[in-house]
């Protein structure tokens, strides 16, 4: 389910039944640890296609979510940016070159408009994540915690957030670069075909049980636009690099320069060129 959380401070206080995240969990290489993930990402995929089926309110519509503005200055450079977060940009046109820049910034547009009847504008979580996502350390449900970085935009905006999240760990963990040769261990293209399949299947459970059981990756009625297919997987896969890009620029802005950072700039120029199709599973849409 979607934990909103209460005021505290600065921020946001959230209640869960677990002390770990999702993404803690990742590093455990124990079976069931990957079972429990698994568990708390279908659940992640059923609360957000609830939220996804809320209608806006009317009037003037609601930001995108914060991350999708962030990365649209820092790519266009029209804010003020932190040290490091300016060299990353400038090193980012050296080894993206103009093109790569402006693929990513159409695709950030194209995220948070409406694009006919099939890919409307809905209410977004704007950070799903593993590190947002908690599952219960014994009984309970699991929660997306939610609220900081809510906005709108298409519903792959969020399906390619947790998407790029798990690619970006096929990527840089060990452990899961070696699921392969893991008897037992969930690899990250399980999660994404779990994950995927949870959303297509429109549980009408959000908090952590099983959902129901209708066709996959047919519209049900309610639902936004005609039957068809839920989401958009190029629109997913694009999305999927919109996340690991707004990282990575999070990442020079919050923690200062790092050479780790132009290992991050060859990684997501692969990933623009291939348009983030890692993210989905081939058979999966």
Not at 77 to 96: C, F, H, I, K, V
Not at 140 to 156: C, F, N, W
Not at 194 to 201: H, K, R, S, T
Not at 240 to 262: G, I, P, Q
């Amino acid at each position: 389910m979607l934990a909103t959380g209460t005021p505290y401070g600065d921020g946001l206080l959230h209640r869960a039944a677990g002390s770990a995240s999702a993404a803690a969990w990742l590093r455990d290489p124990r079976p069931q640890a990957g079972r429990l993930v698994a568990h708390s990402l279908a659940a992640a995929a059923r609360a957000l296609r609830a939220l996804h089926g809320v209608s806006l309110p009317s009037g003037p519509q609601p930001l995108p979510p914060p991350g999708v503005r962030r990365l649209r200055e820092w790519a266009a450079g029209t804010a003020p940016l932190a040290p490091a977060a300016a060299r990353l940009r400038r090193r980012a046109r050296e080894m993206w070159g103009e093109g790569r820049t402006e693929r990513l910034l159409g695709w950030a547009d194209e995220a948070v408009r409406a694009s006919g009847a099939g890919a409307p504008v809905v209410p977004l979580h704007g950070w799903a994540s593993t590190g947002s996502l908690v599952p219960p350390r014994s009984r309970g449900r699991v929660v997306l915690l939610t609220g900081e970085d809510l906005g709108a935009g298409r519903r792959e905006l969020d399906l390619g957030w947790m998407l790029g999240d798990l690619v970006e760990l096929a990527w840089s963990s060990p452990l899961h670069r070696a699921a392969a040769e893991s008897p037992g261990l969930l690899s990250v293209t399980d999660l994404q075909r779990v994950f995927l399949g949870a959303y297509e299947a429109d549980g009408s459970d959000t908090d952590g049980r099983e959902g129901g059981s209708h066709d996959a990756g047919v519209r049900e009625d309610g639902d936004h636009g005609p039957a068809g297919p839920v989401y958009d997987p190029v629109a997913v896969g694009r999305c999927a690099v919109l996340r690991v890009v707004t990282h990575m620029r999070d990442f020079a802005t919050y923690c200062e320069w790092s050479d780790e950072l132009l290992d991050y700039l060859a990684f997501t120029a692969e990933l623009i060129d291939e348009e983030g199709r890692r993210a989905v599973p081939r058979g999966v849409s």
